[in-house]
């Protein structure tokens, strides 16, 4: 089965207008356009501008997150809607920072998933666990958890479609990265679930990124493993020079 690589720059609360148009021109300019997809998650006020860059090139772009209804009295929230209506083709959703610093919830997630298929998105569903977790050898029943309740209202149809992102907590923006195999075993883990709940061709679709201190120097070894289909980068994707080489590693 053979699986799109897709790497993904997450800018997070960062860069300014002028950072993200020139980042964003750079990496339109230099991305290869075969063999990998690339897309970029900006800062919401940005992404008018970042649209006005990317949108005839093959360079994706996304929210990073959005509510699940698609309007109404939701200070401070943007839909569905509201984001295809900005050209965006895919949705971060379940981010470890929305999970732990503003106590969103599986549930929530999940419906925000579910919510992402209906307007048209394709949303990228982050699960991992805290170092405390993996201590625990709680890492499994923690993914699973958080994938369950991320797929809970979706078709299978839809399942196949969607990409995972499997970021170890403790390996987010803290320059420590799952070694290849740490990693691998997760997303293996991950596959046969859906082998289990769905079946081995649906599981066999489904792209399975891997992020927490993805850069240049680690990505090809990662990207190398059987069941990593791409990465999703922080820090690294804020630089062209460092995201256009992880690039590079995903096309090789
Ligand atoms: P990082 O972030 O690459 O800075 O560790 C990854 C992420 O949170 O998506």
Redesign the pocket.
């Known amino acids: 089965m053979s699986r799109r690589t897709l790497i993904a720059g997450?800018w997070k609360m960062n860069l300014d207008r002028m950072s993200a148009i020139a980042l964003a021109e750079a990496i339109a300019r230099e991305a290869p356009a075969e063999d990998v997809d690339v897309a970029v998650f900006p800062p919401f006020v940005y992404m008018e501008a970042v649209r006005g860059v990317l949108e005839r090139t093959p360079i994706a772009y996304g929210g990073q997150n959005m509510y699940f209804a698609s309007s109404g009295a939701y200070t401070g929230e943007i839909s569905g809607p509201m984001l295809i209506d900005m050209g965006a083709r895919y949705v971060i959703l379940g981010?470890?920072?929305r999970r732990h610093i503003f106590g969103e919830s599986s549930q929530l997630v999940g419906k925000k998933v579910a919510a992402a298929f209906e307007h048209g998105l394709v949303p990228v569903l982050c699960v991992g666990e805290t170092i405390e977790q993996r201590r625990d050898g709680a890492t499994q029943q923690v993914v699973f958890e958080q994938l369950g309740a991320g797929v809970a209202e979706l078709s299978s149809d839809q399942v196949a479609r969607m990409v995972i992102?499997y970021?170890p907590v403790w390996?987010?923006?803290?320059g420590e990265t799952a070694t290849p195999e740490q990693a691998q075993e997760v997303h293996a883990d991950l596959r046969t679930w859906l082998t289990d709940r769905y079946n081995a061709d649906i599981a066999g679709r489904v792209r399975i990124q891997y992020?927490?201190?993805?850069k240049p120097s680690n990505a090809a070894e990662l990207l190398a493993q059987p069941d990593i289909d791409g990465a999703?980068?922080?820090?690294?994707s804020l630089e062209a020079e460092s995201f256009l080489a992880i690039i590079a590693a995903g096309k090789a």
């Not at 992020?211 to 993805?214: K, T």
């Not at 999703?232 to 690294?236: D, E, F, H, I, N």
């Open positions: 997450n981010h470890s920072e992102a970021e390996a987010i923006g803290t992020g927490g201190s993805v999703l980068v922080g820090g690294a």
